[in-house]
């Protein structure tokens, strides 16, 4: 999910970092491409020999809805892992501390669980086939269609800039070449989306779950060995930020909340009202209840138990993602070094850049470098090593917390195998915005606006052809943002903008009644545009931030939150007006739509153990000590 | 996903054997050898034990989701 992907890689920097690496980060060795080769032989396996499980539509689309609870808990939660998410976050950690949590716990956790409890019936009662499905069925085609056709243009856009992204990673880290790693990713996903259809993207989905732990663990696990614990961890970190300069205060780095009652006691300069409202409800709900990316793997669940179930056993995991994301970049704060035995200092994208080095070893723009170094939390006798050159001089980004510290315990197979991991990462990535597009492109667009009278066997064929043109699509939108860069910013904002008029028609649709149909079409168009507009006014003039957040301290990372809160109070706002001056649904019209004008079908009793309340109370009590412990 | 058809759980047992075999494999030659791969906290042989896990978890899935296995 690029709308989540931290501003520092949200922000077109990797073009920029693509153009200074001159020397890859890690070096293969056979066994590590051995590794890699069985991935990518594994994949187009699955792809071939579930072809033959695929040649109906509802197989084809809902992967035949018979996934069990795990399954489709761990897809659920594997597509939101992606490769960018995992560095940028553990780059996030390294520069602002346990403050990135945030988007593990309370960005997700609690609208996982009522995804689960309550919202999913819903989804499922419908037999919707997607998230524009269920608008069709609770607002009308105009809604739907307004829906599809945005989220199909996001997935196949955010697709190529995935692409473009893995891309530039494994030529930084790796030295490969950029159309090689694009042609070779997006061939095996056509090959085994195309295919096996969702029911190979799901498989390769948990395959890839299984991977990233198996690649990733280890780093945090011989991390605190060798930082002595998590005591050790603290105490070192503590000790470093006594000699950086513009840094946070060491205790910062340890705590949720504590320092969110003001914009500018925290380094991310956000309120804790923006990380509840506009993190913690909108933009959380909004994913991982609407985004049809993530809703498709739950509404394959072969019956509404497991469909319940799912998220909620996703959310454990979700809850456990910071030990292989937060915990590696903490780590690298005190235990990355250079070839001399001093720590090795992350800095920011623009820093990187400022202080690019000439052929020759030299830094090529002094006074330039100097100014960038200035503003950066850089040790005098770091940044003097910067500007005399030579060996250990280059400096890396925040973004490079991960695989550095990967290069740095991982030998070899183990380097191969962590590699593989963000490979995989990458690659089910894209498969789930190729699968999505092509379900809302066939069902919603295709079926619904261009031909309605195609038999099964065709809409599986469009079904097919639509991930060979998508993914066709995407590489175009890789080289596209490969040479305009700034598009890449805009693609990204696409998300964010769209998700919070989203999240405001579906609420207001499943749980009110009065509900018009004009009123989700116009509260979904108008807070769209409303969105879009506080984006681009804030990109046009800067100053705005302070506006939209409310604050002069806020930064960067407030605006995503508090642009996603004011939007959905837009869209909410125009909802209940156009509802209030409108004629309403007959009741008996929501049957299956609406809370309390649907009969929930029964569930067969089963064991306490087996409950999915049980187990949301669990997640529940655990999501809350956690933030305690933390606090 | 049982039954005649392959569960996913058995393709993830394939992977993690393979995987397991090639990394405990090379790392034992290298502790058997006295060979210490250039990174941090070689002297621990990670590749022994974290491949020694990923082939038990691995035959353990292999096993217990065979194709054909009731």
Redesign the interface.
């Known amino acids: 999910m690029l709308g989540l992907v931290p501003s520092a890689l949200a922000a077109g920097h990797l073009p920029a970092l693509l153009a200074l690496s001159a020397e890859p980060l890690a070096h293969l060795k056979t066994?590590d491409i051995?590794?890699i080769v069985?991935?990518f032989a594994?994949v187009i396996?699955?792809g071939f020999?579930l072809k033959g499980?695929s040649n109906t539509s509802e197989e084809f689309f809902m992967a035949g809805r018979?996934?069990?609870a795990w399954?489709a808990g761990l897809s659920f939660v594997s597509a939101n892992l992606g490769s960018l998410e995992l560095m940028g976050w553990a780059g996030s950690a390294y520069q602002y501390g346990i403050l990135a949590t945030h988007w593990y716990w309370i960005g997700a956790i609690p609208a996982m669980v009522f995804l689960g409890l309550v919202m999913m019936p819903f989804y499922y009662v419908s037999k919707t086939h997607s998230v524009p499905g269920y608008l069709d069925l609770r607002y009308g085609r105009a809604a739907s269609s307004v829906a599809a056709i945005s989220f199909a243009t996001e997935m196949i856009l955010m697709s190529g800039v995935n692409m473009f992204a893995m891309a530039v990673v494994m030529k930084v880290v790796l030295g490969w070449d950029i159309s090689f790693s694009i042609i070779v990713s997006s061939v095996a996903v056509a090959l085994y989306v195309g295919l096996g259809g969702l029911r190979s993207a799901?498989?390769n989905e948990?395959?890839q779950f299984?991977?990233i732990w198996?690649g990733a663990l280890?780093v945090p696990i011989?991390g605190l060995?060798?930082a002595g614990g998590v005591d050790g961890l603290k105490r070192q970190i503590m000790h470093n930020m006594q000699t950086m300069t513009g840094g946070v205060a060491g205790d910062s780095y340890f705590h949720l909340w504590r320092d969110l009652g003001s914009f500018s006691a925290n380094p991310m300069g956000v309120h804790w009202s923006g990380i509840v409202l506009g993190l913690g409800f909108v933009i959380s709900f909004g994913y991982w209840t609407t985004d049809f990316l993530v809703v498709q793997r739950v509404l394959a669940a072969h019956n509404l138990r497991a469909a319940r179930m799912a998220p909620i056993i996703a959310s454990f995991f979700k809850m456990a993602t910071p030990f292989i994301v937060i915990l590696p970049g903490l780590l690298g704060l005190v235990?990355l070094q250079n070839g001399d035995g001093s720590r090795r200092q992350l800095v920011g994208e623009d820093v990187v850049t400022a202080c690019a080095m000439n052929n020759a070893g030299q830094v090529a723009n002094v006074s330039v470098c100097q100014a960038a170094m200035a503003k950066s939390s850089l040790t005098p006798d770091a940044q003097q090593k910067v500007l005399a050159g030579g060996p250990d001089a280059e400096l890396h980004s925040y973004n490079q917390a991960l695989p550095l510290m990967m290069?740095?315990?991982?030998?070899?197979?183990?380097l191969g195998?962590g590699i593989t991991a963000l490979i995989a990462g990458f690659m089910s990535g894209m498969a789930g915005n190729v699968s999505a597009f092509s379900t809302v492109w066939t069902y919603d667009i295709y079926k619904a606006l261009i031909n309605k009278r195609g038999s099964d066997s065709h809409y599986v064929l469009v079904g097919r052809l639509s991930i060979l043109v998508g993914v066709a699509v995407s590489i175009g939108a890789a080289y596209l943002v490969m040479h305009a860069h700034g598009i890449m910013d805009y693609v990204q904002a696409l998300f964010s903008i769209f998700i919070a008029p989203l999240l405001a028609a579906i609420l207001f649709g499943m749980f009110w009644k009065r509900a018009t149909k004009l009123a989700g079409f116009i509260g979904l168009l108008t807070g769209i545009v409303f969105s879009a507009s506080l984006f681009m006014w804030v990109k046009v003039t800067p100053a705005a931030l302070a506006v939209v957040a409310l604050s002069p301290d806020a930064k960067p990372m407030a605006e995503n939150v508090f642009r996603a809160w004011w939007a959905f109070c837009f869209a909410a706002i125009v909802i209940v007006v156009v509802s209030l001056l409108t004629k309403p649904r007959p009741v008996a019209e929501l049957d299956g739509l609406v809370y309390g004008a649907t009969k929930l079908p029964r569930e067969e009793p089963v064991p306490w153990f087996k409950s999915e309340y049980t187990w949301a109370i669990i997640v529940v009590v655990l999501f809350a000590a956690l933030n305690i412990i933390f606090w | 996903?049982h039954g005649s058809?392959?569960s996913?759980w058995f393709?993830?047992g394939?992977?993690?054997t393979?995987?397991g075999v090639?990394?405990a494999g090379?790392?034992v030659i290298d502790l058997v050898m006295g060979k210490l791969?250039?990174?941090?906290?070689?002297e621990?042989h990670?590749?022994v034990w974290?491949?020694g896990t990923?082939l038990a978890l691995g035959l353990f899935y292999l096993i217990k989701f065979r194709p054909g296995k009731a």
Do not use: H, S
């Open positions: 066994l051995a590794v069985i991935y594994m396996w699955i020999y499980q018979e996934m069990t399954i799901i498989f948990v395959l299984v991977l198996g280890l011989l060995i060798q235990l290069v740095r315990y991982l030998g070899p197979g183990l195998l | 996903m058809k392959i996913i393709f993830i394939v992977l993690l393979a995987y090639l990394i090379n790392g791969a250039p990174v941090q906290l070689a621990l990670a590749p974290w491949g990923l």
